[in-house]
């Protein structure tokens, strides 16, 4: 059974900082591209960051670059967000999904085979 547990959210000042941690399982890691999504109401399901399987390449959505980094520990199966300097306009519904075959298309929630339950990041003003 596939299982990807997100945890680390919570509610934080403007400015402040959170690291988000998604641990897999029941899947063979090291061949899937991870994702980090999020959805606010109201609104659609976007990409927050990709890493390529193994942790080669990453890619950011213009809105978090340089303030968010997104990591890998193979060893532990788990995927990281840090997140710095958050705004109140980070709030959200934040989720990692995991993404078989080529990494093109990591902006895409569709090419997502997997994902995890959520967890809430909330920003202050």
């Known amino acids: 059974q596939v299982q990807l547990v997100e945890s680390g959210g919570g509610s934080v000042q403007a400015g402040g900082s959170l690291r988000l941690s998604c641990a897999a399982s029941?899947?063979?890691?090291?061949?899937?591209?991870m994702g980090w999504f999020r959805q606010a109401p109201g609104k659609e399901r976007e990409l927050v960051a990709a890493?390529?399987?193994?942790?080669?390449?990453?890619h950011y959505a213009d809105s978090v670059k340089d303030r968010f980094t997104d990591t890998v520990d193979m060893a532990k199966r788990t995927v990281y967000l840090q997140m710095d300097k958050l705004k109140p306009e980070d709030t959200a519904l934040y989720y990692c999904?995991?993404?078989?075959?080529?990494?093109?298309?990591?902006?895409?929630?569709?090419?997502?085979?997997?994902w995890g339950q959520g967890t809430q990041v909330t920003v202050s003003s």
């Open positions: 890493i390529s399987a193994g942790g080669t390449r990453t």
């Open positions: 029941g899947l063979a890691f090291s061949t899937y591209h």
């Open positions: 999904a995991a993404k078989p075959g080529y990494y093109s298309g990591y902006a895409f929630p569709a090419g997502y085979e997997y």
